[in-house]
């Protein structure tokens, strides 16, 4: 062999070893997705080693709420929604069901109705609420932030939940007794064990609560103002006014009244009392700044002793039960005449359950038959009496249940 045929054959061998592939000693891709399972599986059990700590905090938090040395084990109250946060996901969003026509016609586009489980709103929603048990009544909140609901009263003592308008449901009170709003919805007061609590509602949380002990019979009934209107005794007339910022509950208040239906937008309140000679049930309008001392009193009507009625939003007209020529009826009362002729006329059958008013001044209400029953008011000063019209989706033994606009 020539030397030039041996550098020709050296130069054609390294050719070939370039040519020909060698595997590498690691394999970057493999090893880029090896490391990344391993990253995510500590994540993961990260994650869950959280969520299990958090669980337990939020368990024994609620249990060393309802076990505080010195304060009741019954009822449990629960300040805002301690599944709501910080883990957004595991509140639910409920369904929202196609627009319907809940109430075939009677209230559409006026009030919004509770019809058992569910929420139907005057745009034609259908929120369903599963979570939340047998309602006792109900008011949007300001802002449209949603609607708080108030539960029936059971054993274990009353619930509130606000829903919001995408239809997630917050537990904010549960085993409560004696849930009281406020017109506009940013205030609620209860009654906890031997104390009255009144906090403010911001969004789905009940904040800066104060409290302080009341007797054995005494729970709110409302608000006037900024300040809780608060029936003594349950089996005897006599209210009072508890103004948290100026401290604990102070002795006073009347003596006469009996039941309060609402107040008016400037605080008045509404009220029955037991007035005049021999006595009787009239309607009264309170002065919450001298304590709750009688501006109006007026002793025509004769009234129901149920409780039931409702103060319009622009505070002018009462809807409360009564009686007319021997027979029960709803009554329109103008409380700017009140005590006046004509200042009292019949409305429709009467009122079972609460009365919502619509900024309009029309008043929506269950009668004993569940039916749903609208009063315009021009029409009763007309001499018309309204009556029930049947409302769909209802189960035995349920009625519906109207939600007013604007705190009404």
């Known amino acids: 062999m020539t030397e030039d045929e041996l550098e020709q054959a050296v130069r054609e061998t390294f050719a ?11 394999d970057p891709a493999g090893l880029a997705i090896r490391r990344a399972d391993r990253a995510r599986r500590r994540r993961t059990v990260a994650g869950l080693a959280l969520a299990a700590v958090t669980t337990v905090g939020i368990s024994t938090g609620i249990a060393q709420l309802g076990q505080q040395p010195g304060r009741p084990t019954h009822p449990i109250v629960v300040l805002g929604d301690p599944y709501a946060s910080p883990l957004p996901n595991l509140t639910p969003t409920l369904p929202v069901a196609p627009p319907t026509d809940p109430a075939q016609g009677a209230g559409r586009g006026e009030v919004d109705l509770i019809l058992g489980a569910v929420l139907a709103t005057t745009s034609g929603q259908r929120l369903t609420l599963p979570d939340v048990g047998p309602a006792e009544r109900a008011q949007r909140l300001p802002d449209g932030a949603g609607w708080a609901v108030v539960g029936a009263p059971t054993a274990a003592g009353q619930a509130l939940w606000v829903v919001q308008p995408h239809g997630a449901v917050h537990l904010l009170l549960a085993g409560a007794r004696d849930i009281a709003l406020s017109r506009d919805g940013r205030q609620v007061a209860w009654r906890e064990g031997a104390e009255l609590v009144a906090a403010g509602i911001v969004g789905t949380q009940v904040v800066a609560a104060a409290r302080t002990p009341v007797p054995a019979g005494a729970v709110p009934v409302g608000f006037a103002g900024d300040a809780v209107l608060v029936r003594l005794d349950a089996g005897q007339p006599g209210h009072t006014l508890w103004r948290p910022a100026q401290g604990p509950l102070k002795s006073g208040g009347d003596r006469a009244t009996l039941r309060v239906y609402g107040t008016r937008p400037d605080g008045v309140v509404v009220a029955q009392v037991s007035a005049g000679t021999p006595r009787r049930l009239c309607l009264a309008l309170l002065d919450p700044t001298r304590n709750l001392a009688p501006a109006r009193t007026g002793c025509g009507p004769t009234l129901g002793d149920d409780g039931r009625g ?43 359950g609460p009365v919502a008013w619509t900024p309009e001044g029309t008043a929506y209400y269950s009668d004993a038959r569940a039916g749903l029953v609208r009063v315009d008011v021009s029409r009763v000063l007309a001499g018309e009496e309204s009556s029930g019209a049947p409302v769909g989706g209802l189960g035995d033994g349920q009625r519906p249940i109207p939600v007013g606009r604007d705190g009404s």
């Open 310 to 352: 409702g103060v319009s939003a622009d505070g002018r007209w009462l809807l409360v039960n009564g009686r007319v020529g021997g027979e029960d009826r709803a009554l329109l009362v103008d409380l700017d005449r009140l005590g006046a002729t004509r200042a009292v006329r019949p409305a429709g059958p009467p009122v079972h």
């Open 16 to 26: 070939r070893r370039v040519a020909v592939a060698h595997p590498l000693a690691a």
